[in-house]
């Protein structure tokens, strides 16, 4: 099977006089991109950090000493070095930001993406946890208080524009903030092996609570029962352009639509198909409202095999040690307005905020429909169905990684690492004041592109202000790659997470 249709999404920032597209990601927690040094054959087709410019901003990290190494999904690497820069977010100023530098890649790289803005927690940033002062973008403009509120939202669409939002939710997209669905992030207990005694908040995780086929539940079975207190969580990945879930809850979800079936397992992944004109719904519950996905939202398309049967999400992994059973990528993100609060130091936990984009009771997408979609992309997926059946593979549960001797209640706050404590808050569980968000209405004309990928189907629309920046480059400036000594290491990443698509404030 060849790697399968996928998309992400990407803004613009800027830094030493030049402009870079990085993917967002809500997975990770570092910003890097690839720099001049790197002169591996992946780094020649994207835009660089020109180093021989020596931007005025530019701050050397230990001499470039400072070794970056952040893990992905991926084993394809990359290595760089740790600097900091001045960063600018349209009209956001992030000053000496800590970020990496890669100089050495075999990773191919499209769209003219440089790298990757990662949105998650401190916890989880490689750079932070080898330089001191070295906050993660996201979390360093919440703890300075430079934002309206500590928040990030998401609107991303398949075929027109999204936005990207920071201290504020587009209006534009929740014309009512009362139906706004609140959910608390599941801190985590210290990794074994590790002094801490207090659980923090790692990463955009929330508990699953329910899975519905058409109506029939599906109760998730977590990893860890005992260490998650029955509950099965969901990573919310803007990174991850797939829905991933657990063998023991994909394969049940499967045996509810009729005709589907197993039809590969590459890499551990099992990747199911069913037939193209099925109706079934895929309603995700998360202790509160309900969230459904219809056929044109979990489908990938059809296979060039036999085009009456469509590829389809989730696929299946095998258990993670972190017991985090569930990613939802781009597919499901692209059903709702997504909202990342961080939370208030010593006030308020980081709270998840969904908007649905769709009324849950809507009625099911018809076959014709269904088919309609599919023959406007006018694309399938370039793989051959076995003409056997496949078994459910098993595998053994990895040991925990972290010290269930600690408790981690959900709505715990911590007294650092979230937003400065000089905010007031509003998602109160008790009381969420949903009302009293900023709210903020994106021009549809400021930077804004969408490159969508299905199959080998590609579209783009872009605005004639973004058409006038040039990429990797300062204006005016011939380009050059500077030298410079750098030590190597490794960094690895998902392929898949970088490819493909935009968005932007």
């Known amino acids: 099977m060849k790697e399968r249709p996928c998309r992400s999404y990407f803004t613009l920032v800027s830094m030493g006089n030049m402009s870079f597209r990085v993917a967002l990601d809500t997975g990770s927690s570092d910003f890097w991109v690839v720099s001049s040094a790197c002169t591996s054959s992946a780094c020649s087709s994207v835009p660089r950090y020109q180093l021989a410019y020596q931007s005025s901003t530019f701050q050397s990290v230990n001499g470039n ?90 609107s991303l669409k398949r075929n027109t524009t999204g936005s990207l939002t920071f201290g504020a939710i587009d209006a534009s997209a929740v014309t009512n903030r009362s139906n706004i669905e609140w959910i608390d992030v599941v801190p985590f207990a210290p990794f074994n092996g590790t002094n801490g005694t207090t659980a923090s908040y790692l990463q955009w995780a929330v508990e699953l609570a329910q899975i519905y086929v058409n109506g029939s539940l599906v109760t998730p079975v977590p990893t860890y029962p005992i260490a998650q207190s029955n509950h099965s969580l969901a990573l919310l990945d803007v990174g991850t352009s797939g829905i991933y879930g657990p063998y023991q809850d994909v394969s049940r979800i499967f045996s509810q639509i009729a005709g589907s079936r197993l039809v590969s397992v590459s890499d551990t992944v099992g990747q199911w198909a069913m037939p193209c004109d099925a109706s079934e719904t895929i309603t995700l519950n998360f202790g509160g409202g309900n969230f459904t996905l219809q056929p044109t939202d979990y489908l990938l398309g059809p296979t060039a095999g036999d085009p009456d049967y469509c590829l389809a999400w989730p696929a299946a992994l095998p258990p993670s040690s972190d017991g985090v059973d569930w990613q939802l990528g781009t597919p499901f993100l692209e059903t709702v307005y997504s909202i990342f609060s961080l939370g208030i130091d010593t006030k308020e936990a980081p709270m998840v905020g969904l908007y649905p984009l769709r009324n849950s009771t809507a009625p099911v997408q018809s076959p014709s429909v269904v088919n309609a979609y599919f023959s406007s992309a006018s694309a399938t997926i370039d793989t051959e169905l076995p003409n056997y059946l496949l078994p459910t593979p098993t595998y053994t549960t990895p040991p925990y990684v972290f010290n269930t001797s600690v408790t981690a209640p959900p709505g715990l706050v911590v007294s650092s690492g979230l937003a400065t404590s000089t905010y007031s808050p509003v998602l109160d569980v008790a009381s969420v004041n949903a009302t009293a968000l900023p709210t903020l209405e994106p021009s549809p004309t400021l930077f804004t592109f969408i490159i969508t990928y299905s199959g080998s189907v590609s579209t783009s629309v872009s605005t004639a202000s973004q058409a006038s920046i040039t990429l990797g480059e300062p204006p005016g400036w011939t380009s050059g790659a500077g030298a410079i000594r750098v030590p190597l290491r490794v960094v690895f990443f998902s392929v898949c997470a970088l490819l493909l698509g935009l968005t932007r404030l």
């Open 65 to 154: 000493s400072s070794l970056f190494n952040v893990s992905f999904l991926d084993s394809t690497t990359a290595s760089g070095f740790i600097a900091r820069e001045t960063m600018l977010l349209n009209n956001l100023t992030v000053p000496q930001q800590a970020f990496g530098l890669v100089n050495s890649s075999n990773v191919t790289l499209s769209d003219e993406i440089s790298g990757i803005l990662g949105l998650g927690f401190p916890r989880l940033s490689t750079i932070a946890n080898t330089v001191v002062n070295a906050t993660p973008v996201f979390a360093s403009m919440a703890q300075q208080g430079t934002l309206d509120y500590p928040l990030f939202g998401l």
